[in-house]
């Protein structure tokens, strides 16, 4: 079956300017990383290209052909210099009044795609920059691409579509615990976290603040017993949930970050190596901090290190508790976000041995 990704033009391709119509040479500008995304995305994956563009009005007194079609042309020329060729181009000329079913987000110019057997829509994309191309995809049933939403640029466009996205969920259930994590390496910091504890929740949304990780977290422990349950089998959780993530590791940067906390210094230094190994040189004068006890934060990164099968190296100093251990917990992150860093155009596994 084929997958299409269906390509919006102004806004998407070119830039769109504040009149929202490209009737001259000097309002066209082409907006950045496309060519060198597209082009790539072309060469290496199997899509077909579909141009599907609303142009209000072309034909009528308000937007001559004779203003579009030079342009549109010129368009069309530089994107083949590039090796993008569309294998269909479609435009709309209603106005967003006519309520017409060809205007996006209606899919009345694309019928020969719906319901064909030929054709995967579910695993086809919908690129855009609007919320109408967000409905379109909903419409046909397949997945939207906007430019601009959470930082979406062209660059990670090209790499989510050749190397996938890394989303992984771990469900961990014993005795003690129950436990669903649910981690997208490539997300924008969002956070939904509850562990019954306080201060815990506070450390795991550093994770994914400064890792630009989107992090889910539900457990329900034996607090009643202690805290010492849930913590590591949160780690346990997480680890690999970072490691089924994580996939082939192909492309990655595989290392990672040192950061300072007004009195602290924090170190985390990581590698995705394949060999866990937790070296741990921070210590603590409080038994406690919040409902968290100082013990645990070694345990929970032996836990993480474990089940990612990561080597870890953390080493933290200064006075104040609180700001070591937050410290602590937001290099760690800031070492994953280098760490998993990919890039499409050297695609390989960062190793001699050819396996991590």
């Known amino acids: 079956m084929k997958k299409v990704l269906f390509i919006d033009r102004d806004g998407t391709l070119i830039k769109e300017p504040a009149d929202e119509q490209i009737d001259s040479f000097d309002k066209l500008e082409f907006v950045e990383g496309m060519f060198r995304n597209l ?18 009005g072309l034909g009528t007194a308000s937007f001559p052909e004779e203003t579009f079609w030079p342009v549109h042309n010129f368009i069309l020329k530089t994107l083949r210099g590039e090796g993008i060729e569309f294998d269909n181009i479609l435009i709309d000329r209603h ?15 694309l019928t020969e795609y719906i319901g064909n057997p030929s054709y995967d829509l579910a695993g086809s994309y919908v690129i855009g920059d609007r919320e109408t191309d967000a409905k379109l995809a909903q ?27 890394r989303i992984a969920e771990v469900t961990r ?16 910091g969002k956070s939904d976290i ?5 201060f815990f929740d506070h450390m795991l949304e550093q994770i994914a603040k400064h890792g630009m990780t989107d992090l889910y977290v539900r457990c329900h422990g034996d607090l009643h017993v202690d805290e ?26 595989r290392y990672g970050y040192c950061l300072p906390m007004d009195d602290c210094l924090c170190q985390v230094a990581l590698d995705f190596g394949g060999r866990p190994w937790l070296i741990w040189d921070a210590e ?31 080493k933290a100093e200064g006075d104040n508790e609180h700001h070591k251990i937050e410290g602590i917990f937001k290099a760690f992150a800031r070492s994953i976000r280098m760490a998993v860093k990919r890039d499409i155009y050297h695609f390989q596994l960062p190793s001699t041995k050819g396996a991590l």
Do not use: Y
């Not at 509850?194 to 306080?198: F, H, S």
């Not at 949160?234 to 940067?253: F, H, V």
């Not at 406690?288 to 870890?312: Q, R």
């Open 39 to 56: 082009s790539f995305i072309r060469k290496n994956l199997d899509f077909e290209f579909v141009m599907v563009s609303n142009q209000d």
């Open 139 to 165: 419409n046909l049933g397949c997945k939207a691409l906007i430019l601009g939403k959470d930082g979406l640029d062209w660059d990670k466009i090209a790499e989510l579509l050749f190397a996938g996205e």
């Open 173 to 188: 259930t014993t005795k003690e615990t129950d436990i669903t994590v649910r981690i997208n390496l490539d997300g924008t």
């Open 228 to 253: 010492h349950h849930t913590i590591e089998d949160t780690g346990l959780a997480l680890g690999e949930c970072i490691l089924k993530a994580l996939g082939d590791k192909r492309g990655i940067e």
């Open 194 to 198: 509850e562990t019954g504890l306080g």
């Open 284 to 314: 603590f004068r409080r038994e406690k901090v919040g409902e968290m006890p100082t013990e645990m934060f070694h345990h929970f990164f032996k836990s993480v290190s474990d089940a990612a099968k990561m080597n870890l190296n953390v």
């Open 95 to 109: 106005f967003p009044a006519d309520a017409h079913p060809n205007r996006k987000p209606g899919t009345g110019m």
